[in-house]
């Protein structure tokens, strides 16, 4: 109800109540009574605030209409406070149920946030095996030189990667929507999340036959915020440019440039493909949205650009869409704030796996599919692996391996407490987590397990390759 309803309500109630004494003889020695009748109604029709106004209105209208015998004075007094005490119930009753909504609110919010958790670890514990799979097809197609035995494996370990990125573009917009994303921010320059995004797009490009260009600043172009973010945002655009690009004839140009007038740096992303209707445009960072072309045409949940969106605006950017409509091509800007090159952070120095002695590994995982993928790459690797499928099993071996790879989600216990009670015996072993629980609070509780590593499934056999040659990442 709005404000002049309210006020109306209470005019009326209040008009009706002196008029009624005033008319009804019997009722004039009522007054204190009377009082309490427009405030039910006004408590009732208009909630506890216009009952306070209610109190305060038909008091003073009491006093005004008629003249008060003593008695008449003390019977309103003690209705007042009645009143007062219905008025404090109102607001109690109100608040605790305001109290109660915002308890559900959050148990509905926690359970959400399980169910992604729990989504996120099956999806990634089905994607493991055929990431493994994928790479030990590439390692024998490496050494067979077979051109289509290798496109295959990499066009399956590309499709395992996008399916891996969509799983975390979810949990990620879940973690936004719930305040608990941490940025992680250096300065960096911006020009390598360009090449991180073209080498992730680049394959998907080359299968359409589309042509990417790149025009990147020559100099440094720094940026103050997560660049695992940003880079995650400059591929989630340059995907959507291949994707939704036409075969054969497609064009993609990458614009990375300062604007030190507007103190800011701009990401361009232009394509030739099916454009956005002009109705559709303010629609396209809308969670799940996907205009009609884009539905009829080409499959996808709608998340990347909602995304891409809220990263942005964490970074204290902004993000937009131009578009002369369907099929005439889209144009996505990122702009973001420029940083001072002077305090850019020196790039890591990047680690490949390199060759290392044979480690004795212990493998406890109850996935036999990935585990066997990951057992026969770890043999061609030159490491022996024995493994198991239980956590008891793997406390009953009698192998004392260099490396345990444990898998967090077995059957018969957890993976935290299979490695407390395994590490009080070997200290000295270096113990990997493989999970699909990824968020930070997964890592931590790893951690203080005492696991030396968390590898998140599916497992990027070149870090495993690195963290087996005992080389730090």
């Known amino acids: 109800m709005s404000g002049g309803a309210h006020f109306v309500t209470l005019t009326a109630v209040t008009s009706a109540v002196i008029l009624l004494k005033a008319l009804v003889p019997t009722l004039q020695t009522f007054n204190g009574a009377f009082l309490l009748i427009p405030v039910l109604v006004i408590a009732w029709v208009s909630g506890w605030r216009m009952a306070v106004i209610a109190i305060v209105a038909v008091t003073a209208a009491f006093f005004f209409s008629s003249p008060s015998s003593e008695i008449d004075r003390y019977l309103s007094s003690a209705f007042f406070a009645a009143e007062c005490g219905i008025v404090v119930y109102l607001l109690h009753r109100r608040g605790w149920k305001d109290a109660q909504t915002i308890i559900q609110h959050d148990k509905t919010d926690r359970n959400k946030d399980e169910f992604m958790a729990t989504l996120s670890h099956e999806l990634r514990n089905h994607l493991s095996p055929l990431s493994m799979v994928a790479s030990l097809l590439h390692q024998r197609a490496t050494k067979a030189n077979d051109p289509t035995l290798t496109r295959a494996a990499e066009m399956v370990g590309r499709q395992t990667r996008v399916l891996t990125r969509l799983v975390e573009d979810m949990l990620d917009l879940t973690r936004i929507g719930r305040g608990m994303i941490d940025l992680e921010r250096t300065v960096f320059d911006a020009r390598t999340c360009v090449q991180n995004a073209l080498e992730v ?210 059957t018969d216990m957890n993976g935290y407490d299979l490695c407390r009670r395994l590490k009080a015996s070997h200290p000295a072993a270096l113990f990997i987590a493989m999970t699909g629980h ?15 590593a968390h590898l998140p499934k599916p497992v990027d056999f070149d870090r495993l390759q690195t963290l087996l040659n005992g080389v730090s990442t």
């Open 201 to 410: 797009c680049g394959p998907m490009a080359e299968d359409k036959s589309i042509q990417v260009t790149l025009d990147i600043s020559p100099e440094p172009v720094a940026v103050n915020g997560d660049e695992t973010r940003i880079c995650q945002v400059f591929t989630n655009i340059l995907n959507n440019a291949v994707k939704y690009n036409h075969d054969r004839n497609g064009r993609i140009e990458a614009v990375l440039r300062p604007v030190p007038q507007d103190n800011e740096v701009e990401f361009r992303v232009t394509d030739n493909g099916i454009g956005i209707e002009p109705d559709q445009q303010p629609n396209v960072f809308d969670m799940f949205y996907s205009s009609s072309t884009r539905r009829q045409r080409f499959a996808g949940l709608g998340v990347g650009l909602t995304l891409v969106k809220r990263m942005v605006e964490l970074h204290q950017g902004r993000v937009w869409v131009e578009s002369e409509g369907k099929d005439k091509g889209t144009t996505v800007f990122v702009r973001l704030p420029l940083a001072s090159t002077a305090d850019l952070t020196p790039p890591p120095t990047p680690l490949a796996p390199v060759a290392g002695p044979s480690k004795s590994v212990l493998l406890v995982d109850d996935d036999c599919d990935s585990a066997s993928a990951l057992t026969t790459l770890l043999h061609m690797s030159g490491h022996t692996v024995e493994h198991v499928t239980t956590g008891a099993a793997a406390l009953a071996s009698a192998a004392t391996p260099e490396v345990y790879l444990l898998d967090i989600g077995l």
């Open 438 to 452: 990824v968020r930070p609070q997964d890592q931590e509780r790893a951690r203080q397990a005492g696991f030396d």
